[in-house]
């Protein structure tokens, strides 16, 4: 297991592993910059409790789409505030 984090550590994205149950199992680049910081307690508790309020019918949506088999990733930018820097 600690190869396979160590491997996903080294992509330059963040990834984010979220089991049937809409539970949050994983999350890469755990000791390191993140642009959503997160801890180890987030293992463990529903996704949507993981967002802000005004973006938890984007999680529904996606979650949703999971389930119905319509879509097999989420892939998403965040465009910064009074930049036109997109991550």
């Given at each position: 297991?600690?190869?396979?984090?160590?491997?996903?550590?080294?992509?330059?994205?963040?990834?984010?592993?979220?089991?049937?149950?809409?539970?949050?199992?994983?999350?890469?680049?755990?000791?390191?910059?993140?642009?959503?910081?997160?801890?180890?307690?987030?293992?463990?508790?529903?996704?949507?409790?993981?967002?802000?309020?005004?973006?938890?019918?984007?999680?529904?949506?996606?979650?949703?789409?999971?389930k119905?088999?319509?879509?097999?990733q989420?892939?998403?930018?965040?465009?910064?505030?009074?930049?036109?820097?997109?991550?």
């Open positions: 297991m600690y190869k396979r984090q160590a491997l996903l550590n080294t992509l330059p994205i963040e990834l984010s592993f979220v089991d049937a149950e809409d539970r949050v199992r994983y999350f890469s680049h755990e000791n390191h910059a993140k642009l959503f910081p997160r801890t180890r307690g987030v293992i463990g508790l529903n996704v949507r409790n993981c967002h802000p309020p005004k973006s938890v019918h984007m999680v529904e949506q996606i979650l949703a789409d999971f119905a088999d319509t879509r097999r989420a892939d998403f930018w965040i465009c910064l505030l009074y930049t036109s820097r997109c991550v």
